[in-house]
């Protein structure tokens, strides 16, 4: 059943406190969307960078995870310079062992909805958050803090999961489905939920949490920030036990205030 996020402090230290317990499981990379999204992923990332630019453009990866934005910028042979950002100290320290031969690559412990480091303001070519805006309860300082990441020209790329498609997940028959749409119907983006960490075909038994945030509510919460909406895609994907459809959402600069 879905739940009032009424004290976000509450909500973040129980989210934080999750991830830190599921980190070893999430340095694995066994998660359902890297299968899902991983040819579009490299695809979107040529789009929005090199076919935009020269390959030795910024990427700043916010809640960057286990790593995976990285792996398909290389993938792609992509040489440009990468910089992670995580709120959870145990995924950086990792990843700073993991990359370490690598000179165009940095990690650095950051929280997405706090301030950045005052060296990463307005240098970056291409700002890519992925599945992490909804665990975000204050969406707009979230945003805020990944457009003061972008140089004149760059894009923001968030991927995320439809509200619907979060519903079904979490329901275990048409009663519960049926529940819960009501309940999101009066809770709206305050409606959070806890949900097993998908890896396709079985459940994990592990747990994150989340917030019903809708396409709608990202797009007015970027706007409080002068962003407008540059593409929106949207992948369906239906081999494994539950239905997935992931909503990516490129915003660019809206020119207000700008030179």
Known sequence: ML?????????????????????AFWLQ???????????????????????????????????????????????????????????????ISALKDRHADDPNVTFLLHDIEGPPPPTLLGRADLVVCCFSLFEMPRLEEAIASLASLLNRDGRILVLSIEPLAQLIAISRNWEDLHANLAQYQLL???????????????????????????????????????????????????ANRVPQVYDAIVWRPGGNGRE
């Open 3 to 23: 739940y009032r996020i009424d004290d976000p402090d509450t909500f973040k230290r129980a989210n934080l406190s999750t991830w830190k317990d599921n980190t």
């Open 188 to 238: 709206g983006s305050h409606a959070g939920y806890d949900k097993d960490i998908d890896v396709g075909a079985i459940g994990s038994g592990r747990i994150y949490r989340g917030i019903l945030y809708s396409p709608a509510d990202y797009v007015r919460a970027a706007a409080e920030s002068d962003l407008v909406v540059h593409s929106i895609d949207r992948i369906v994907c239906t």
């Open 29 to 91: 990379g066994k998660m359902r969307h890297l299968v899902d999204l991983n040819e579009f992923m490299a695809r979107l990332l040529d789009r929005e960078l090199l076919d935009r630019r020269s390959e030795d453009g910024t990427v700043v990866d916010v809640g960057c995870g286990e790593g995976w934005v990285l792996r398909s910028l290389r993938s792609r042979s992509q040489s440009c310079t990468y910089i992670g950002l995580d709120f959870n100290d145990a995924i």
